[in-house]
Every structure is written in C-alpha cells, then in structure tokens.
C-alpha cells in the first residue's frame, strides 16, 4: 500500500566541503544526487530545503547560492542546535538528505525592470545572497541593485571580501554597517557603525519603483517596514523572508502558521501587504 | 444515498453479538469500551462484553488509529533514507459518534490532499467505519445531524434495534455478508439530513479583539495541552530522529501540541508563541478560522472533549458571539 511516493522521504546528498565564516557559521558546499538536482531545478530565490543530517534530523535552511548551476548547493548554517551541530561536526563524504524546494521565493519576474534594495540582518544575508546571484546573473533585466547589510561585530560580518570584490566590480551598491566595532586596525576594510535603519534613513533612491527584499532577525523587520514605507516603498513591494520553524515543509506539521497563513507553503517570502493584519507575524 | 440497496435494513438488538461476530470478517473489531480505570476508549472486542455503546464520549477520539501518537516515518541505514514499512491492518471500528465522523472527515481532507500522505492513507484505506446514533449530553454541542452516514455503514438507534444505511459500497458488503441477520426496515430509512456544524467560520481578527475573556483564559490556562491531545481534529506533529546503536537512526512523526511552549520556537532562543495568550489564539485560529488551504473551514465538530478534559474549565467557544454559554448556547 505503500507506493504512493513518501514527501517525507529526503533525496541522497553527501557534504562536499565546509568553509568557516565566523566562529558558529559556515558554508556548506553539497552534492545533491541526481533526483535531488532535478527538484532543485525549479528553485527560486527565498526558497528553501529540508536538510537531513541522519542521525540529528531535519531543518528548514534557505540555500545561499543558486543550486544546481555547477551540480551542487551551498547552505550557510549557524551552529544553533541539535541537527546545525551535528551538521558542523561533520566531516566531507558524509551522507546527508534534501527534499525540496519548498515555498515561495521572490517574486523575481514581477521584479525585473525595477531596482532592488536587499536589506540583510545577520544570518539574512544566505537567502539573499542567493538572490543577488540571480540578479546579476541576469544582470541587465534588473534595474541598480542595492545591498545593505547588518552585522553585529566586523568579525560576524559574513562573505565580506566576496561582497566587497563584487562592488568593486561596479555590478552593485554595497553599504556595511556593524553594530558595534573595536578599533579596526588601519588597511583593514572599515565599514560604518550603527544599524540598517540609520543606514537606511540617509539613502536616496527612487522608492516608488524599488522592491525592497529583506531578510534577518525579527526585531530587524520591525524596525525597517516603517522606514521602507516611509520612504515611499510600496507594501506589496517590500518582500520579508520570515522565519518559522517548518517541521514538514509541505502544509501539514502546522508549526509556521503566520496568521492563517503557512510560512512553508505560503511564504517563507510574503509581501508587507500580505502581513498587514496579522500583528504576530514580524 | 445507497441504503435501499441493502434491501432488509434492520437489524434487532437480539442479533447485534452475532453481527459484531460477522463483521469480524472484514478486519480486528474495535469499539468504545470502559477501562479498567473507568476511562472510555476504544479497544478491541476481544469479548463481545467489554463493548459500551451507551458511552459519552472517549477520552481520546478515534485519530489514533489513523494518527498513533508516534510513528516511524523514516530509517536511516547503509547511507540512505528510505520510508518505513507501512501498517496493512484492516480493523473495523464499530460504535463512532457523527461528530467523531466528522472529525476523520475533516482528517482525510488534510492528509489525503495533494501529495498524499502515505501512513494515513495506508490506514485509512484498512479501517472501515460503522457509525452509530447518539444521546448528546451536557458537553455535546454539535448540531451534525444525530444521524448521517459519514462512514461505511451507520446505525440509527430504533425501538428495538437499529436502522442500517451503507454509505460505501464496503457498507453494502457487510450488509449483503450479514443478510440473514438483517430484516425488512419497519419504515423506510429517512433521508440523511445535511451535517452542519455548531459554530460558523470565525474573523480571524477576533483573536486581537479586545474581548476580555482571552486575559482571563491566558491567565487560567496551564498549557497542558489536555484540549489538543483530545480533539479529533488537531493533528499537528513533531518529527524527531534518533540514532540507532547499529549506526542507522529512526526518523519519528509524534503528537505535538500548539499549548506546548515550544510549539513556536525557531533555532536560537526566539518564539513565535512564547506567551499562552499567544498559543490559545494560536489554536483558535487552527480551530474556528483554519490555516491556508483550509482557510474558512471550522474543524470543531462539537464532541465536547476539550471542554469536558480542560482542569480549568476554558471553553474558546466563549468568544464567539452566540458561541457558548447559557445565553449563547446553539440550538
């Protein structure tokens, strides 16, 4: 009876390599076998998958990097718990499980022809890193791209040489900003101290026809929709990656309810306008 | 509406224990029993005996032969995953109540949607259904219909016995298996009114409303989830994997419990739900608005047991103008 296929059942991968980014992060470069590969061709930015680390589980991460270009996928994952432990504890060959891609991603065609502002907090820079990727890659359909991005400490601040070889190349705006900063030792890349909504009060751009893509902590959303809107950011144009912890990816665990609706099927991308009257979801 | 195809369509209490023998033919016959600690559950009918059809209700309804509190989903072995064995039992459970209908109704509407899923459907398709009439009591408030046939086979308490009618063709099966037990209806059955439920679809800003009542809920609520675990109709799990001693692991699916303070956690040390204010608006969103697909659809079908499990006596239904209540009850 059972041959219906099993949406629980991960596909196969194996963990290639691991590269430290701060001291509880890190870049996880997997091969996805080649059903896992097929699945992800349909993958959009914001999107994410289940990660199974057997023995420890599974969680719900956001790929950092547009999978299946090269064959393979890059996840940045936080060292938070159980299964993100194991995960980091674990050597390159090690089998892993991928299902997905599950939700919604950014609205990338309803976007092209306008320009971007991504706004990351933290950790938010993965999905949206991703997302910068499609953007250049289809560089001409968009219009400026704009990255400004949060970091408590310079050392958390992560993919900084990348972002920064990436500005320089002139494909896009980069603004840093960290919360707090030691003395930074002279030759040594600065950037500004002070949060994304400071950042963000003092920046022109033509509000009427940016997306604004946004990702991080919750306190960061709280304090950003306002500035966005007051900038002049349309509420179906400001998009939010938001965070819930989704149990089974497909509608059905109901752990990710934001108001009535789901954050694994529905979102984890959702428009400001979508979130107007739920008070709970930022 | 297929109860004329049965032809005889009654069935005298004299013949009940021989049509319970009967219908042992078509899987483990399961029905309310009382244990030993005086709680009502259903069980096998090992001996016919142990069957109490004059039960209120169970304490746990009957999604536990389609949801058991913990299943294994996956193993882990030899470098990959793949999907545990599935359970091909067949059991009849005999002696279900319209709203616990209801309530596998409303649970094949989720896991039976696309992409199906497998566990439930496995057990779905080997558990065969036989409704039977009932008395509500103080803790009911459902107006389903005190008779539908929601399932393979109902029976309608009469003088004397009870009426069959076949809602499947399974149903038909068993009355055509039991024939000579069965003898020519005294009336024609009636026509099966349309279920409806007690409580309408819900604005979903009720939950911000500045109702008074969800202070003194939140203030009263223990968050023992005692009102979930006993719903027909919450259905939400946690999944869990845990290592083997032979190097492979078991991926778990278990009850969880939106009371549970962890319900809303995300890694890190955020929660979504940290406060009972927020995960009794939580299930009062789940239960009277619905989530996503299943937005406007009421998943309450009026079996009474959180109110008659909750130790602080919450009834949710208190919010909804004409809800509850002495003043507000439904008809």
Same mark, same amino acid.
Not at chain 1, 115 to 128: H, M, N, S, T, Y
Not at chain 1, 133 to 158: C, K, N, S, V, W
Not at chain 2, 156 to 163: C, I, K, M, V
Not at chain 2, 213 to 232: I, K, N, Q, Y
């Given at each position: 009876m059972r041959s219906l296929p099993d949406p629980h059942l991960p596909h196969p991968a194996t963990l290639l390599e691991r590269r430290q980014l701060s001291a509880d992060t890190a870049l996880f470069r997997v091969a996805p076998a080649p059903a896992a590969l097929a699945a992800l061709a349909r993958f959009v930015p914001g999107q994410f998958v289940q990660l199974s680390v057997p023995g420890a589980g599974e969680v719900p991460i956001s790929p950092a990097d547009l999978p299946g270009e090269d064959g393979t996928l890059e996840l940045c994952v936080r060292r938070v718990g159980h299964v993100t432990k194991l995960l980091h504890d674990a050597l390159p060959g090690q089998p892993l499980g991928l299902r997905g891609p599950f939700g919604t991603g950014f609205p990338v065609r309803e976007m092209a022809?306008?320009?971007? +502002?991504?706004?990351?907090?933290?950790?938010?820079?993965?999905?949206?890193?991703?997302?910068?990727?499609? +953007?250049?890659?289809?560089?001409?359909?968009? @219009?400026?791209?704009? %990255?400004?991005? @949060?970091?408590?400490?310079?050392? %958390?601040?992560?993919?900084?040489?990348?972002?920064?070889?990436?500005?320089?190349? @002139?494909?896009l705006r980069l603004f840093l900003t960290v919360d707090f900063a030691p003395l930074q030792p002279a030759g040594d890349f600065s950037c500004a101290v002070g949060l994304l909504p400071d950042l963000l009060q003092g920046f022109r751009f033509d509000a009427g026809?940016?997306?604004?893509?946004?990702?991080?902590p919750p306190a960061l959303?709280?304090? +950003?929709?306002?500035?966005?809107?007051?900038?002049?950011?349309?509420?179906?144009?400001?998009? %939010?990656?938001?965070?819930?912890?989704?149990?089974?990816?497909?509608?059905?665990c109901c752990h990710c309810a934001v108001g009535q609706l789901l954050c694994c099927t529905d979102g984890p991308v959702f428009r400001l306008s979508e979130l107007a009257s739920i008070p709970e979801a930022l | 509406?297929?109860?004329?195809? &049965?032809?005889?369509?009654?069935?005298?209490?004299?013949? &009940?224990?021989?049509?319970?023998?009967?219908?042992?033919?078509?899987?483990?016959l399961h029905g309310p029993t009382v244990s030993d600690a005086g709680v009502a559950c259903f069980s096998p009918l090992v001996e016919l005996a142990t069957l109490r059809l004059d039960y209120g209700r169970t304490l746990v309804p009957p999604k536990k032969y389609l949801l058991p509190f913990r299943e294994e989903l996956l193993q882990f072995q030899d470098g990959s995953y793949r999907s545990a064995a599935a359970a091909d039992r067949e059991v009849v459970l005999f002696g279900v109540h319209p709203c616990d209908l209801a309530g596998i109704a409303y649970l094949d509407t989720v896991f039976l949607s696309d992409p199906p899923d497998p566990g439930y459907a496995a057990r779905r398709a080997g558990l065969t259904l036989i409704g039977i009439s009932c008395e509500p009591d103080d803790y009911c =408030?459902?107006?389903?219909?005190?008779?539908?046939?929601?399932?393979?086979? =109902?029976?309608?308490?009469?003088?004397?016995?009870?009426? &069959?009618?076949?809602? /499947?063709?399974?149903?038909?099966?068993?009355?055509?298996?039991?024939?000579?037990?069965?003898?020519?209806?005294?009336?024609?059955?009636?026509?099966?009114?349309?279920?409806?439920?007690?409580?309408?679809?819900?604005?979903?800003?009720?939950? =911000?409303?500045?109702?008074? &009542?969800?202070?003194? =809920?939140?203030?009263?609520?223990?968050?023992?989830?005692?009102?979930?675990?006993?719903?027909? /109709?919450?259905?939400?799990?946690?999944?869990?994997?845990?290592?083997?001693?032979?190097?492979?692991?078991?991926?778990?699916?278990?009850?969880?419990?939106?009371?549970?303070?962890?319900?809303?956690?995300?890694?890190?040390?955020?929660n979504f739900r940290a406060s009972r204010l927020e995960r009794l608006r939580y299930r009062f969103l789940h239960k009277f608005c619905g989530f996503s697909p299943l937005q406007g659809m009421v998943s309450c079908v009026g079996c009474g047991r959180c109110k008659s499990a909750c130790p602080v006596e919450i009834d949710l239904r208190e919010l909804i103008p004409g809800g509850a209540g002495p003043e507000g009850g439904p008809p």
């Open positions: 022809g306008s320009p971007v +502002l991504l706004l990351a907090g933290g950790l938010g820079i993965a999905p949206l890193r991703s997302l910068l990727f499609h +953007l250049l890659r289809h560089r001409d359909d968009f @219009g400026e791209i704009t %990255l400004m991005y @949060g970091a408590r400490q310079p050392e %958390l601040m992560l993919f900084r040489e990348e972002l920064v070889a990436l500005a320089a190349g @002139g494909a026809r940016s997306f604004a893509a946004v990702c991080g959303y709280r304090c +950003l929709v306002g500035e966005l809107q007051g900038a002049g950011v349309a509420p179906g144009r400001i998009l %939010l990656s938001l965070e819930r912890r989704m149990r089974c990816g497909i509608g059905r | 509406m297929r109860a004329q195809a &049965l032809g005889k369509t009654y069935l005298e209490n004299s013949k &009940l224990d021989a049509f319970l023998e009967r219908l042992r033919r078509f899987g483990a =408030f459902c107006t389903e219909a005190p008779e539908r046939a929601d399932c393979d086979l =109902f029976l309608s308490a009469r003088e004397g016995g009870y009426l &069959l009618q076949a809602g /499947t063709p399974r149903g038909e099966a068993i009355g055509s298996a039991a024939r000579e037990l069965l003898a020519q209806a005294p009336l024609p059955p009636p026509a099966p009114p349309r279920a409806r439920r007690a409580i309408a679809p819900q604005d979903p800003q009720l939950r =911000f409303s500045e109702h008074p &009542l969800w202070e003194r =809920f939140a203030e009263l609520c223990l968050s023992c989830g005692a009102c979930s675990v006993c719903c027909p /109709t919450c259905y939400c799990f946690d999944v869990r994997e845990y290592p083997r001693l032979s190097g492979g692991s078991g991926r778990l699916r278990e009850w969880d419990n939106c009371l549970f303070k962890n319900h809303g956690a995300v890694a890190g040390s955020a």
